[in-house]
């Protein structure tokens, strides 16, 4: 719920700002600036929440913490991609792979009962994945609507 608040929020504010500043609506830049926003924002949490995200990468897996490291080292790097005009197309399409290869994650820690923010069990289980998929769905067509389509 966080990572769409500080979505959508973040929309709001770019495209108030882009208005006041340039005397027009620039819906994908906004878009782009709030996705940057909310990238960033996900990122931290792989750095706050490492043993919790570790928790959440299925057991056969090596170096769990390292990859949810490199992972929000990536979420950083694309978040600059899609503010950078030569590098947003490339960073959509990244983002949009990138969100369609984590979601078996959040499968797996729902399966698993897992809170990632605690580094329990005691997580919302699968009725979890009636919000994440959907929003997983919604960041992926936001991706594609503000970084790929609209050039």
């Known amino acids: 719920m ?30 782009r600036i709030a ?3 909310m990238l960033c924002f996900t990122a931290i949490g792989h ?6 995200m570790s928790m959440m990468i ?15 080292v990536f979420e950083i790097l694309l978040a600059v991609g899609l503010l950078i005009p030569k590098f947003k197309v490339i960073s959509g ?3 949009i792979i ?3 290869l984590m979601l078996p994650a959040n499968v797996y820690a729902s399966i698993h009962t897992i809170n990632y923010q605690k580094g329990t069990f005691d997580g919302h289980g699968l009725s979890y994945l009636w919000f994440r998929i ?8 936001w991706a594609y609507n503000g970084a790929i389509r609209i050039l």
Do not use: E, H, N, R
């Open 134 to 141: 959907p929003l997983q769905v919604l960041f992926i067509l």
């Open 93 to 95: 399409w990244a983002l």
């Open 58 to 72: 299925p057991q056969f897996i090596p170096l769990k913490t390292c990859f949810v490291q490199l992972t929000g």
């Open 2 to 31: 966080k990572p769409l608040i500080v979505l959508l929020s973040s929309f709001f504010i770019a495209i108030f700002v882009m208005k006041l500043i340039t005397k027009q609506y620039d819906v994908a830049l906004s878009g």
């Open 35 to 37: 996705m940057s926003a």
């Open 98 to 100: 990138f969100l369609i």
């Open 47 to 52: 750095f706050m929440f490492t043993k919790g």
